[in-house]
């Protein structure tokens, strides 16, 4: 067999120079990110095949610990059987009929973590200076989401305020809200069709002075949001409680998104002015 | 790291209680939730609810509910326990649930919760009722504690406590 004296540059990610390869192997491939498969037991192995060899080439992912493998003949490379909680980092070498590259320099380290039913997705603090709050590029791969909040209006008076909700930025005559609450005392039911947004209330305290410590509670569910047959329907449970009826209510309110496309972003407004930089929005999602 | 949401602690009872208490909670979650169905021997009379002990004047509510013919709202200010039932009649006919939803619990802030309670009887004497309520206390909460003036929770009565945590 004759050997070829090979000039490659990018052999290695090394400064370029000559390598003495054997005609027809193979060329190590350059190693990518190493992502969690989903599943708590796989990882999907990323790499750059930088290979004019002979032949099909056949590339392996080895995972250290383990030495668990998958095999295929472009990236990425799932190697499964992994361990959930376990960290690997991940080698890629190439094959052909003639053998085998050596293996790639070690991936980042990944941790595959079983996923649960439910999940926090993000959360997000008020600045005290913008009424708005937004979640986006959230992931499809729920079927629900659960909005849990603790905030306030940064208004300066002995009320309470409403929250407003749009989807994917959608504003027009897309959505409509029944409200029932008790606000100062009073029982209440409303209703509101054909708005910019989901008008639900009353459960946010504002912000007198002397109630720094006093917040107000809301659970927000979404359901079926990534669904691209269904409209979106919203269920809220909210309310403040200040030991002064003034600025104490509780609502119970349905809402509805009337869009078939899934959703990928929650903007959540509070009515009057400001959510109170200590409010927290927490978004959760629950699988099916 | 605790799980996103995972029961802390579960109780079942083998036979009946005038108290179930849930005790040094620990102040890793975020929030917490309460589940509790039950059967209990009370006529007309209230489950209430402490935390860590704290028998002050501390606790207030508004609630929203029903009776079946009309909708009703009422609040408690300074009390020394909140009230967590409403309904008239005997309650031991059929299960009662309870959800109590109690935000940043070891925060430092006045501790706010939101709490459902529903039970139909297929007649009168069925009601769902909503609260919000605020314990003006700035200490985390570690214990909660379910009680009655009278009467008991029956056997077969379960409540389970859950840990909420967010990103």
């Given at each position: 067999m004759a050997i070829t004296r090979i000039k490659n540059s990018s052999i290695n990610n090394k400064t370029p120079k000559y390598n003495d390869v054997l005609a027809g192997l193979p060329f190590r491939p350059i190693i990518g990110t190493a992502t969690d498969g989903g599943n708590g037991t796989s990882v999907s192995v990323a790499f750059t095949g930088n290979n004019v060899a002979n032949g099909t080439i056949t590339y392996t992912a080895l995972s250290s610990p383990g030495s668990f493998t998958g095999t295929g003949t472009a990236s990425p490379i799932t190697v499964s059987g992994l361990t959930s909680g376990t960290a690997y980092t991940f080698q890629v070498k190439a094959g052909n009929s003639l053998g085998d590259s050596a293996y790639s320099a070690a991936s980042n380290s990944v941790t595959p973590v079983t996923p649960t039913s439910f999940e926090s997705i993000a959360t997000a603090t008020g600045t005290g200076s913008s009424a708005t709050i937004t979640f986006s590029s959230i992931p499809s791969t729920y079927q629900h989401l659960q909005l849990r909040i603790l905030g306030k209006d940064t208004y300066n008076a002995t009320n309470v305020s409403a929250l407003k909700i749009t989807f994917n930025s959608v504003g027009g005559s897309s959505y409509s809200s029944h409200n029932l609450y008790v606000y100062d005392g009073v029982i209440y039911a409303d209703a509101y069709t054909s708005r910019g947004d989901i008008y639900i209330g009353y459960g946010m305290p504002q912000s007198p002075a002397g109630k720094s410590n006093t917040f107000g509670a809301a659970i927000i569910d979404i359901h079926d949001y990534a669904s691209t047959t269904k409209n979106k329907t919203v269920r809220a449970f909210m309310g403040s409680e200040t030991n002064a009826q003034a600025d104490s209510a509780i609502a119970l309110s349905s809402g509805l998104f009337m869009n078939t496309s899934a959703i990928s972003s929650i903007s959540i407004s509070i009515e009057t002015l400001y959510w109170n930089s200590s409010s927290t929005i927490a978004l959760y999602g629950i699988r099916g | 790291?605790?799980?996103?949401?995972?029961?802390?602690?579960?109780?079942?009872?083998?036979?009946?209680?005038?108290?179930?208490?849930?005790?040094?909670?620990?102040?890793?979650?975020?929030?917490?939730?309460?589940?509790?169905?039950?059967?209990?021997?009370?006529?007309?009379?209230?489950?209430?609810?402490?935390?860590?002990?704290?028998?002050?004047?501390?606790?207030?509510?508004?609630?929203?509910?029903?009776?079946?013919?009309?909708?009703?709202?009422?609040?408690?200010?300074?009390?020394?326990?909140?009230?967590?039932?409403?309904?008239?009649?005997?309650?031991?006919?059929?299960?009662?649930?309870?959800?109590?939803?109690?935000?940043?619990?070891?925060?430092?802030?006045?501790?706010?919760?939101?709490?459902?309670?529903?039970s139909d009887v297929n007649g009168a004497g069925g009601s769902i009722n909503t609260y919000v309520g605020l314990f003006r206390s700035t200490s985390a909460i570690s214990s909660i504690k379910f009680f009655a003036s009278a009467g008991s929770f029956d056997t077969g009565t379960t409540a389970t406590l859950y840990g909420i945590l967010k990103a």
């Open positions: - | 790291m605790p799980a996103t949401y995972e029961p802390i602690a579960t109780t079942t009872l083998g036979s009946a209680a005038s108290t179930i208490t849930f005790s040094t909670i620990p102040a890793t979650y975020t929030d917490l939730r309460l589940v509790l169905v039950t059967k209990h021997t009370l006529t007309g009379q209230s489950i209430e609810v402490q935390y860590n002990n704290n028998t002050s004047s501390l606790y207030s509510q508004t609630s929203l509910y029903g009776y079946g013919t009309a909708a009703v709202s009422d609040r408690e200010t300074n009390g020394t326990s909140f009230l967590c039932s409403k309904w008239t009649g005997t309650r031991n006919d059929q299960p009662i649930l309870i959800t109590l939803d109690i935000f940043s619990y070891a925060g430092s802030t006045n501790k706010t919760f939101l709490m459902t309670n529903a």
